[in-house]
């Protein structure tokens, strides 16, 4: 088959709705929070030689997935319909945990409402499945991670110092955003936005398939 060949059939796939995107489901703080935490974790990469501690988001990530472009619709339809049926939160951080011996974290001290809502997420979650290789992984214990895959020595010279650090830090979660990015790529964008509106499944149901 000639590269030529191979490339147009790339394009009809695509065209088809057979891009694949990774995708999160998130909870995300206020900008003057993200700042706070974004610069623990500055300091921590720089303090302890761990360069990891710089990457990721400061936000919670409820769902990770991998999905064909063409089930995005489908997918919004029912993120849509959760939010609308879900109330608006507040989010408490304190302090610092860590996961012996190799991750530390901030505290998030109101889980139940995060775990709730992952709850009305899951029934649906073969929506989020792949295949076999490539299943979502949701959110069992809500932490804002500093640095993770931590060495040994790293881990016992930052414990030693965070188990008695003070951290505090809240935020109204009001909405989820369902982020995308291309295979292989660095950069997610914001796909949508779902406010929690608290409404009644009567009336959710009727807005959505009315």
């Known amino acids: 088959m000639t590269k030529k060949v191979q490339q147009v059939q790339s394009m009809l796939i695509q065209n088809a709705g057979y891009r694949q995107y990774e995708y999160l489901i998130i909870l995300n703080p206020h900008e003057d929070l993200r700042k706070k935490i974004t610069a623990v974790k500055e300091e921590f990469a720089l303090k302890f030689q761990a360069p ?3 990457w ?3 936000f ?5 997935f991998r999905q064909f472009a063409m089930m995005e619709e489908r997918i919004m339809n029912n993120l849509k319909m959760v939010a609308m049926g879900y109330f608006p939160f507040k989010v408490e ?3 610092f945990g860590s996961y012996p011996s190799h ?3 901030i505290n998030v001290t109101t889980k139940e409402p995060i775990k709730n809502l992952v709850k009305q997420i899951k029934p649906w979650q073969k929506l989020l499945k792949l295949d076999e290789d490539n299943k979502p992984h949701f959110l069992d214990d809500p932490a804002f991670t500093i640095a993770r895959q931590l060495k040994p020595w790293q881990f016992e010279s930052a414990w030693a110092e965070y188990q008695h650090k003070h951290f505090t830090g809240r935020f ?3 909405s989820m955003l369902l982020l995308k990015r291309n295979v292989g790529e660095k950069a997610f964008q914001i796909a949508a936005r779902f406010e ?5 499944v009567t009336t959710v149901q009727g807005e959505l398939f009315g």
Not at 60 to 64: E, I
Not at 196 to 200: A, D
């Open 196 to 200: 929690f509106q608290n409404l009644p």
């Open 93 to 95: 951080l304190s302090n």
């Open 103 to 105: 991750t530390i974290f």
């Open 60 to 64: 919670l990530v409820l769902a990770r």
């Open 172 to 174: 109204i979660a009001d």
């Open 52 to 54: 990891g501690a710089r």
């Open 56 to 58: 990721g988001k400061p």
